[in-house]
């Protein structure tokens, strides 16, 4: 439905109620700071079960970097709107709404004074997310669905949860 394999869904949340262990799964990336002049700063190979696409970042100028590829809060914008608009499609779809269009949008003001150590601000003062759905959907139910979107979706949850971070 829409994109979504609901069964598969389905089957994978049996298994995470039979087995809570099984919906850990380990993730990691690596990547390389690029030293030569004219390359893309930073370089990933990204592994996924399908594959594997190669990501390069490279700041903005007024961060240093040369402006020729996305920059992290780009990735960081697009993941978050890809996870969302994921989740709300499979639940959508788990709820047997179809839908007809799904666009997302994600919103924020940057504050880039703490990267310069200038002030203790935070980057973000939040995110606002805007989705457009047409479905045939009441309005209550298409509310349904963005909030249980907005419950389950990963990206929501690393954002809105303080998450241990170490260097080491």
Request: hydrophobic letters at 40%.
């Amino acid at each position: 439905m829409h994109n979504v394999h609901v069964q598969k869904l389905l089957q994978t949340a049996q298994e995470f109620r039979e087995d809570p262990d099984k919906a850990k799964r380990p993730a990691s990336l690596q990547g390389v700071w690029n030293v030569q002049e004219g390359e893309p700063q930073f370089t990933a190979v990204v592994k996924f079960e399908g594959g594997e696409s190669v990501l390069e970042m490279d700041q903005p100028t007024f961060l240093g970097g040369g402006g020729t590829r996305p920059g992290p809060i780009q990735y960081c914008l697009y993941g978050f709107a890809a996870c969302f608009a994921g989740t709300l499609a499979s639940v959508a779809a788990e709820q047997g709404v179809t839908l007809k269009r799904l666009e997302v949008t994600v919103e924020t003001t940057l504050d880039f004074s703490r990267v310069f150590g200038l002030s203790e601000n935070p980057i973000a003062e939040g995110i606002t997310i805007v989705p457009l759905i047409e479905a045939d959907a009441d309005p209550s139910t298409i509310q349904r669905v963005k909030e249980l979107a907005a419950q389950r979706c990963p990206a929501v949850y690393c954002l809105t949860n303080p998450i241990r971070v170490s260097v080491t």
